[in-house]
């Protein structure tokens, strides 16, 4: 028997976290995920149950979660790392697991997004919702980013193609689109005539030439590109009514300071009005950062430490990024939620996790996981167990389940793992 259900489902499959996914069973299985992109399908269908492990055997959850507890109350330096595919309330519980086993945590955002996260949650950079890019935007960039890849419904369901309260004739007419990247992409031909392909780790010179365009100067750039495509760039920047820049992990990685560009933001907005988006790609990666900054000030890169009085002292620098724990051996205990060290660091820095007792808390299959002393799997979040998120914007977002697997949530087994210890 199939079935439609009747309301629309939230996919988390990236951080859009489109809600408006139909979903069809059959019986109790996953048949569709109508209007989800082929991310978002892949998500919601693998709902493949998986059994917790010790040292490679299976175990039940309840066993390995005993397991997981012993080694964290054990540990003298322990880490806790990722998050960014739980709910916002495993990563509060997780939070309180960090100070209550005085530990570092941090997340993915610390090799990327984070800067620029961190930027917006102090009020430094200007940005907006992405019903504020459907119903005003007029002109879009997307520097660094292909959303067509890592957002596939960006376009079509806020940014370039649907009409907006003040965008009537839709896309080509009523809006503008340009690339800026190292080279040509799915979101670079959408564009057309205004995609600027630039060198890698020249975006902070372009960014200084477009300054000095602005207020009438001649740009100047040591790269091959033609004076007069940075005039028209500029015009079309200065022109806009209301323009939004979609910031890629191509801007966070080409070692353009945050600094940099606050000031160029600022700078274009004493012409016009631009906002900026952090293309964050895990769907509550923003979560996260909000939530770790609502409790230390620090958006990741966290340490507890317990004082001579017995109080918890927040310390944060470089040292406490996942990246230098595990290069510099710091940690004894590593517990990874939700994402996997092999596929998303240098394997340089990800194979010492060979070195320490590792925990890992997923639904998915990793290739970390063949290293791990303890699996503990829960279930998928926004499909098995609800919870709440953040949307790469800012919109907080409710997840309700689709399905019930009888696994725990992440928010779940983080508590049951503070009462073991």
């Known amino acids: 028997m199939i079935f439609l259900r009747n309301k629309y489902s939230v996919c988390p499959g990236c951080s859009l976290l489109c809600d408006d996914i139909e979903i069809e069973m059959k019986g109790t299985e996953i048949d569709k995920a109508n209007n989800a992109c082929i991310k978002g399908v892949s998500r919601i269908k693998d709902t493949k149950k998986l059994e917790s492990k010790i040292d490679g055997n299976e175990v039940n959850q309840d066993e390995a979660i005993f397991k997981a507890a012993e080694l964290l109350q054990n540990a003298n330096n322990p880490l806790i790392f990722g998050l960014d595919n739980s709910t916002t309330e495993a990563q509060l519980e997780a939070i309180k697991l960090a100070k209550l086993i005085s530990a570092t945590i941090d997340d993915n955002s610390s090799f990327c997004q984070g800067p620029i ?242 925990i890992i808390i997923d639904p998915c299959e990793t290739l970390t996981e063949k290293i791990a002393d303890v699996v503990i799997r829960s279930a998928k979040s926004g499909i098995e167990c609800g919870g709440n998120a953040i949307r790469i914007d800012g919109t907080c977002v409710e997840l309700v389940p689709i399905i019930n697997s009888g696994c725990l949530c992440d928010e779940h087994i983080i508590c049951k793992i503070m009462e073991e210890i």
């Open 117 to 358: 996260v961190n930027a917006i949650l102090k009020n430094e950079l200007k940005t907006c919702t992405l019903d504020d890019v459907r119903d005003y935007a007029d002109v879009l960039v997307f520097w660094g980013a292909d959303p067509s890849n890592s957002h596939p419904r960006l376009n079509s369901k806020y940014a370039y193609y649907p009409r907006g309260k003040e965008r009537q004739r839709g896309w080509d007419e009523d809006r503008t689109a340009i690339a800026i990247d190292v080279r040509e992409s799915s979101s670079s031909v959408l564009c057309k005539d205004n995609f600027y392909q630039i060198p890698p780790r020249s975006d902070g010179e372009l960014m200084t030439a477009l300054s000095s365009a602005f207020s009438g100067k001649m740009p100047k750039v040591s790269f091959d590109i033609e004076t007069q495509r940075i005039l028209k760039l500029s015009n079309i920047l200065k022109k806009a009514k209301y323009g939004v820049i979609f910031a890629g992990l191509g801007l966070t990685y080409s070692q353009t300071g945050i600094e940099t560009i606050k000031n160029f933001l600022t700078e274009l907005n004493t012409y016009s009005n631009f906002h900026l988006i952090p293309m964050v790609g895990h769907y509550n990666m923003r979560g996260f950062n909000q939530a770790l900054y609502n409790e230390t000030g620090y958006v990741n890169r966290v340490k507890f430490v317990k004082n001579e009085s017995g109080n918890l002292d927040i310390k944060h620098g470089l040292q406490y990024s996942v990246l230098e724990q595990l290069n510099n051996k710091e940690p004894d205990t590593v517990l990874i939620i939700g994402t996997d060290p092999f596929t998303s660091m240098p394997h340089s820095v990800a194979k010492k996790l060979k070195e320490v007792p590792t």
